[in-house]
């Protein structure tokens, strides 16, 4: 039996599944505002992030603010040695800090506020056509929500992806919720100026 992933299809737009509708957009940006964050790189989140890939394995993290309109990588970590630690591979020059609200699976975990394991995103036909797999390579996926203990409010998000498929497992899912609700607390003291 061979371990060898299937082909998958370039990206086609008319097969894409549409960003889910995201009622709470406004009023997180006006949050975000309100704590100082989501639309300028931090170098403490870059840190967070390079932790979070060393502690899973994955080559890449995020940490995704997500407005009405895009997601912004204010914490992002990259092994890539030519890249400073904190770029993804720059095939699209429109991808780096920022990115459409319809790539990626971010904006849906944000929307389900839960944690969404995607061990090889093109198995899920209404995830496989997502653009970010032909742009970036992304074959594996893992993210969960940032939710506002203050508010409720979901926040954005945090997430490692993979050119390879992989299993995450419970543990990397675990994992993964508990360094989210570690960065939701250092976000609540960056608000209270600490």
């Given at each position: 039996?061979?371990?060898t992933p299937?082909?998958?299809a370039?990206?086609?737009?008319?097969?894409?599944?549409?960003?889910?509708?995201d009622p709470?957009a406004?009023?997180?940006?006006?949050?975000?505002?309100?704590?100082?964050?989501?639309?300028?790189?931090?170098?403490?989140?870059?840190?967070?992030a390079?932790?979070?890939?060393h502690?899973?394995?994955?080559?890449?993290?995020m940490?995704?603010?997500i407005d009405?309109h895009?997601?912004?990588?204010?914490?992002?970590?990259?092994?890539?040695?030519?890249?400073?630690?904190?770029e993804?591979?720059?095939?699209?020059?429109?991808?780096?800090?920022?990115?459409?609200?319809?790539?990626?699976?971010?904006?849906?975990v944000?929307?389900?506020?839960?944690?969404?394991?995607?061990g090889?995103?093109?198995?899920?036909?209404?995830?496989?056509?997502?653009p970010?797999?032909?742009?970036?390579?992304?074959?594996?996926?893992?993210?969960?929500?940032?939710i506002?203990?203050?508010?409720?409010?979901?926040l954005?998000?945090?997430?490692?992806?993979?050119t390879e498929?992989?299993e995450?497992g419970?543990?990397?899912?675990e994992?993964?919720?508990?360094?989210?609700?570690?960065?939701?607390?250092r976000?609540?003291?960056?608000?209270?100026g600490?």
């Open positions: 039996m061979s371990t299937e082909p998958y370039p990206y086609d737009p008319s097969h894409r599944l549409a960003t889910p509708p709470q406004a009023a997180r940006a006006a949050r975000l505002r309100e704590i100082g964050i989501g639309d300028a790189p931090v170098p403490e989140f870059d840190d967070f390079k932790r979070l890939a502690i899973t394995g994955a080559p890449y993290a940490v995704n603010f009405e895009r997601q912004y990588f204010a914490g992002l970590y990259s092994q890539e040695p030519d890249q400073a630690g904190v993804l591979p720059q095939q699209d020059q429109s991808v780096g800090r920022e990115m459409p609200k319809d790539h990626g699976w971010c904006p849906h944000v929307t389900r506020r839960k944690a969404m394991p995607l090889d995103v093109c198995a899920y036909p209404r995830f496989a056509g997502n970010v797999i032909d742009k970036l390579g992304v074959r594996a996926y893992l993210g969960t929500p940032l506002d203990t203050r508010t409720g409010m979901t954005g998000t945090i997430c490692v992806v993979d498929t992989r995450w419970q543990e990397g899912v994992t993964i919720k508990a360094m989210a609700e570690q960065l939701v607390r976000i609540h003291d960056i608000e209270d600490l």
